[in-house]
Each structure stands twice: as C-alpha cells, then as structure tokens.
C-alpha cells in the first residue's frame, strides 16, 4: 500500500539555518515524488518533483530509494519560507492516486 | 484560465443537514480530485475521476459522502446528513493526464455544528 510519513508536525528554525523537512514513503512499485507547498493565504502549488532534480526557491530534494524516504533541503531559511508543506507520491507509470503526507509546518524565526 | 473554481468557500452548518460542495476543474485536465485537510490527518484524498468516471473512492470515509462528475467541467461532493467530525477544508484539484502536477482550488471551509 502506498503510505507517505511525514514525521514532524512543526519544524521552527531562525532565519539562515539549514532546513530539512522530512518524508518517508512505501511504495512497491515505482514511486514518483513530489513536495507541494501552501503559503499563508495562497493556494496548495507544487514546490517541486524528483524527476525534474531541480531547485526551487533554493530548496532540493533527493529520492533515496534505499532509506525510502524524500528529504527536503535548503541550506539557508529565508522568512518567506515559513508555510505548510506537503511531501506527495504517485506511481511513475500513472499520474492517478496522488497521496500526501500528514504535513509539515515551517516557521522561520527572524 | 482562472484555475480550479471551488464553491462555497465557507460553509457553516448544523448537524443532519445536507451539503454539497461544488469545483469546476480547468478546462483540458483529464483527471479531478476530492482531498479532505484536517490538523490531525493532513491531506486525505477522498476520491479521483478520470474523463467523468469515478476511478478510485476508497478514501470516501462512509455512505453519508458521495461524490459525482456530470460532466468535464464540474464536480459536486455530497455529505448527507452531516456530522460534525466533518468539519474540515475540502480541496478540488485537476490535473492532465501523466504529469502528476495537481492544480488546487482554493478549498471549501465546512463547519457542521
């Protein structure tokens, strides 16, 4: 069954510190994963997809298949950071059943 | 395109009365997706459709919900009768067929008092 873990409720960290959400997955197949991100007053959008190995907004994001998990990254908190984010997986071969994690809350402190 | 329309934004209700809650997907997506957000659970998807056809309603917590797709461009979610512990944000999303990108709505606020 697939199943996304994201274990920290709230994660607060000061502004300039490293970051790290992070995401735990199980998946038997092929997973594709995803972190979505929602700022305050600004709809769920996607932050970004592990195919893609880009970075957004300064954050990064690597699939470890053996740890099974999708960390995501940045190296130095900006205050513009601080929102809800979602860590989401799907099967590669189809776009369909996209399931999310239980959520991450930023906060970062000026 | 002004995205995925939800209606209402806000719901208040009182326990036993019926709500429906309405999205109109983008214009092109092939698929639309039910997802209930609470504090304790997150994002549960409820449902997901396909061109029109409920594909998966595994996560359509019990028989008080049903959910409906008429036709590409709208979609309604039905609780009846509600309870309380219904109380959440509902989410309308669409996406094109494999990209796995999900457009949101901005979300339906559901009070059952």
């Known amino acids: 069954a697939q199943r996304v873990t994201q274990p920290e409720k709230l994660l607060s960290v000061f502004k300039g510190a490293p970051v790290e959400l992070k995401c735990n997955y199980s998946?038997?197949?092929?997973?594709?994963l995803f972190w979505y991100v929602q700022y305050s007053r600004q709809r769920l959008q996607l932050l970004l997809r592990?195919?893609s190995r880009e970075s957004i907004k300064g954050f990064t994001a690597d699939l470890n298949k053996g740890e099974t998990s999708f960390h995501l990254k940045k190296p130095f908190a900006q205050e513009e950071d601080s929102a809800m984010y979602y860590c989401?997986?799907?099967?590669?071969?189809?776009?369909?059943?996209?399931?999310f994690g239980s959520g991450t809350r930023l906060s970062i402190r000026p | 395109d002004a995205g995925v329309i939800q209606s209402p934004r806000h719901e208040v209700t009182e326990m036993g009365q019926e709500v429906t809650l309405r999205c109109k997907p983008i214009?092109?997506?092939?698929?639309l997706f039910w997802y209930r957000q609470t504090m304790m659970r997150g994002l549960e998807l409820l449902i997901y459709?396909?061109?029109?056809?409920?594909?998966?309603d595994s996560g359509m917590p019990e028989d008080r919900f049903s959910a409906k797709m008429p036709n590409a461009s709208f979609s309604t979610l039905k609780i009846q009768p509600s309870e309380p512990r219904d109380s959440a944000v509902y989410f309308c999303?669409?996406?094109?067929?494999?990209?796995?990108?999900?457009?949101f709505g901005e979300g339906s606020r559901l009070t059952v008092l």
């Open positions: 459709f396909n061109n029109n056809v409920p594909i998966d």
């Open positions: 214009s092109g997506h092939d698929y």
């Open positions: 999303a669409s996406s094109r067929e494999s990209t796995g990108e999900l457009f």
């Open positions: 989401a997986l799907s099967s590669y071969s189809s776009a369909s059943k996209i399931i």
């Open positions: 592990h195919i």
């Open positions: 998946y038997s197949g092929s997973p594709e």
